[in-house]
Each structure stands twice: as C-alpha cells, then as structure tokens.
C-alpha cells in the first residue's frame, strides 16, 4: 500500500542537459537505487519550481520523490512498498 | 479557391480512466490491477478514478469511498494528486501541438485537434490518430480513446462509443447508422432532464430527434430545439477555439467533501471561508469579477441544494463572497449534517472593464491590501497567506484542495468566530 512519507532523504544526483534526476538515496538505513524513472511532473509553489519524479527502486518498491530548490533538498514524498 | 479546397478533421483524444491509468503508469505495479483514486484514503470521500479493472465490480466516479470499498475490498486505493495530473496534461497537449496548432483543451483528460489541408481525409485523418494513440502508449504509458470527424461533435461521440484503447473514425453518414437506433440521450448535449422531456414527446431515439417536425422542437426547446435536430443528423460547426485564443470563463468554483459529517457552524462557517477565498484569489489571477455568488451543500442522504444571490456590484473580494455565502448558508441550512460545501462564483466579467474605479478610500485600501496579498502568495506560495478565520481549523481543514497546511499544531479554537 501507499505511504505517506515527506522525509528529507540524502540522493544521489545527475544534471545532464540542465535536467535534474535522481540516482539514488538512502531511506531508514537502506541504500535504494533508481531503476527506472517512470513519471516527472513539476508543481510551481509562488516563485519556486518543485521536481516530482515517480521511480521504481531496486527492491519491489516504488517512490515519488520530490526536490525542492529552495532549501535545497530532496523529500521523499510516497512510496509504495509490499 | 484553394482555401475552398482546404478539408477539416477533428480527432478528439479522450484518456481513458485519466488519473488511475497515471497512477498506474508511474507505479507499473499497480498495472492490471484494480486502481481507486480518491482523496484521502484514511478519511471519507468520494472515487475519483476508476480504473477499468474495477468497473466490473461496480465502481464508478463519483461514488461515495464506502460502497467502492464493499464493491471492491481488494482494490488500491491511491491519493490523488491534481498538480500531477494537470502537468500529464499539460505535456499531452505539447504533443498534440507538435500535430497541429489547432488544439482546444475540453477538459483535464480531453482535447479537440483539428488537422486541416487540401489532403485531409477521414482515413488519413485516422491514420494521424493511430500513430498518435501509439505515441500517447510508448512514451506515456497511458492508455487514450481517439474518436475522428468532419466536425466536433461527431469526433467526440465517435471517441465515446469504443473505449479502452478505441480508435473510430466517422463520417455523418456512418454517424446516423451507429447513433440513430441509440437511445436519444446518448445525443452530446443531451441530458437527463432533457431526455425525459423529449420522450414525453414521443421521441426516444436520436433516430426519431432526427426526424421530428421543427416546429414541435421550437415550441418545446426553443433556440436549441433546430440545434438538437441537426445534431441529431451528425451536423455541427461549432468553431474549434485553439488554446492560445482564450476562452472566457462562466464561473469559477471550489467545493470540498468534508472529513467527516458535519453540524459544527464554526467549522462549516471556516470551511466556507477558506472556499470563498479560493474562488477569490483564482478571480483575481485570472482577471475576473463576478456579481453572483452561489453556495452548494450536500446532506447525508445526498440531497444537493445550490441557492444563489446577484450581488449590487462586481467583486472579487474574499470577504464579500464569504458574507454572501455565509448568508445563504443561514437561509438554506436546516442544521441537518452536511457532507459536503460549494461556493462558486458566476456572471463573470473581466475584471478591467467591470470595475468602477472607487472614489471611497476605505475601497481602494482594501483593493490594495488584495493586491499585497497576491504578490506575497505569488512568490511564496498560496498557503503562505490565508484567512485568519479558517487557521482555527487548520489541522481538519487540510483536505482542502491546495490547503496543505503547517502541520505545527495550534490549540484547539474550533468554537472562535471565523470572521474574514
């Protein structure tokens, strides 16, 4: 089932070609590579453009993960796990 | 002459069970499964989406959460997420775009495209289509209806008539064959209550609109009896408005299903306020002023009253919508347990032109004091501001669309007066 999460979590990241993407990042004590991005939508929060990315981990879980340039920081928003 | 050559078609792409097919192509676990997206979850509510694997089990849009969970215990039941859905859209239509300028957004899932050339025809036309709903599948992982037609009410009824993943391309002729023998309300534009009027007159069928005297329909609809008619016979030129046009807006509106039911008249009363300042804040970013404001409630049995009041002047101001609201609430509420509340504002103008420049001062204070307000909500974000009297209920009012409050915890004031 879906969790709520909305912990900051310390990611791994790529900018290539001005696009941000996560690599991977550490939740509660375990390490969860980004296997595959499979949705990216943005949110304009006043003059701030928050990144929302949806992504299948290493395991079975999948995440929606947000980062939030006026910290900055990433947030790990949902995450679906068995 | 050339341009007399140049042919029309109109596709119209329909996302089939838009949010849930979303949710379940950005979690692939999720795919071929039963999805319900609602709000939240843990709390009352209403389904959103269904997806199609749980359609057979009776749940549709719409419905309240606790039946769907009757209908469907085993099925996801996932938090939408509009902002997600509106960006989906917003890079479906840049697709439809790289086809033709000609794009009119009709709704969060559907657009109109018009393909336009000396070339165009109805099987080049839905050639366009079936690459295009291949593209929407590879890149999106969503599933899209696509209807083709001369015009757009044909497009449209085409798109509905073959779903998931249909693809129908028609011609008026073809039109006629499939939709006279259906059931007249079946016709675009036709509702319910329309339907039942209609029948009353001896026409059930789009077949028998079609063939109905005119003057029978002028007498009984008016206007639009003639317009039913020809629509009845696959004939439409309503105009296709590309987005880039601009359409002016009827109303604008806010409604939440509440937590919980609800007779507090302190908690409604900030419901209400929070609503009002919603539907005025979007007035206001949109350039709008509206001189009618209406109130919807919904009651434990899910009888729905909307009451509305013409205002003596144009506004877009939270704290007259609030009054008027508020007032309208005092008429129409019995007291009874609501589930939920509407506010909505129509006879919109543009703001410019319906404003008569205030000589009072009190006025052009208060207009400036919206105007701080917007600029610090604009570069802050729309819950960096909100009105004082629905922060007494700011835990139980984060349901509210956009309204995610802090979640710093404030002593409990359900009992204050929510006073703009």
Not at chain 2, 116 to 139: D, F, N
Not at chain 2, 229 to 253: E, N
Not at chain 2, 319 to 339: H, Q
Not at chain 2, 356 to 382: K, M, P, V, W, Y
Request: net charge positive.
């Amino acid at each position: 089932m879906f969790e709520s999460i909305n912990d900051p979590v310390d990611m791994l990241t790529s900018f290539v070609d001005g696009r941000v993407e996560p690599l991977r990042f550490q939740w509660r004590g375990r390490v969860i590579r980004v296997r595959k991005i499979t949705g990216r939508w943005s949110r304009r929060d006043g003059q701030s453009l928050l990144r929302y990315f949806s992504v299948e981990g290493s395991g079975s879980g999948t995440y929606e993960l947000c980062f939030d340039p006026r910290v900055p920081r990433w947030i790990l928003s949902r995450a679906w796990t068995e | 002459m050339q341009a007399a050559c140049k042919r029309r078609m109109i596709l119209l792409i329909d996302m089939d069970a838009f949010f849930a097919s979303v949710e379940q192509a950005h979690h692939p676990h999720l795919a071929g499964k039963p999805v319900i997206v609602c709000g939240d979850p843990s709390r009352r509510g209403v389904v959103t989406a269904a997806s199609y694997e749980v359609r057979p089990f009776g749940v549709a849009a719409g419905m309240p959460l606790q039946q769907a969970r009757r209908l469907c215990p085993h099925a996801e039941y996932v938090e939408g997420n509009p902002d997600k859905y509106v960006a989906v859209s917003l890079q479906l239509l840049d697709l439809y775009q790289s086809l033709s300028p000609d794009v009119e957004p009709f709704s969060v899932d559907e657009a109109f495209v018009g393909l336009e050339g000396r070339s165009v025809t109805l099987p080049s036309a839905a050639a366009v289509a079936r690459s295009l709903q291949r593209e929407i599948a590879e890149r999106y992982r969503l599933p899209a209806s696509i209807g083709v037609g001369p015009n757009k009410l044909i497009a449209k009824m085409a798109a509905g008539s073959r779903k998931p993943r249909g693809l129908t391309a028609m011609d008026e002729q073809a039109f006629r064959n499939e939709f006279w023998p259906r059931e007249v309300q079946k016709l675009w534009g036709v509702g319910p209550k329309l339907a039942t009027r209609m029948r009353s007159l001896g026409i059930s069928t789009v077949g028998d609109l079609a063939h109905a005297p005119d003057p029978v329909l002028k007498q009984a609809f008016g206007i639009i009896g003639p317009q039913l008619k020809d629509a009845a016979w696959g004939r439409d030129d309503t105009p296709l408005v590309p987005f880039y046009q601009g359409v002016d807006a009827k109303s604008m509106g806010h409604e939440v299903t509440l937590p919980e039911d609800c007779s507090d008249t302190g908690f409604l009363e900030g419901s209400l306020l929070r609503l009002s300042d919603q539907v005025s804040r979007r007035l206001r970013s949109e350039g709008y002023v509206s001189r009618v404001v209406s109130v919807k409630i919904r009651n434990l049995r899910f009888e729905t009253f909307i009451r509305q009041r013409a205002l003596g002047e144009f506004t877009d101001d939270h704290a007259l919508i609030y009054r008027v609201a508020r007032g309208l609430l005092e008429e129409n509420w019995k007291g009874e347990p609501l589930r939920l509340l509407g506010v909505c504002a129509s006879g919109l103008a543009k703001s410019e032109s319906a404003v008569q420049h205030s000589l009072f001062r009190r006025f052009e204070r208060d207009a400036c004091c919206r105007q701080a307000i917007d600029r610090i909500r604009d570069r802050l974000g729309e819950v960096s501001l909100v009105p004082a009297g629905s922060l007494t209920h700011r835990r139980d009012l984060s349901h509210v669309p956009f309204g995610t409050l802090s979640s710093r915890p404030l002593p409990d004031h359900r009992h204050a007066d929510p006073s703009p």
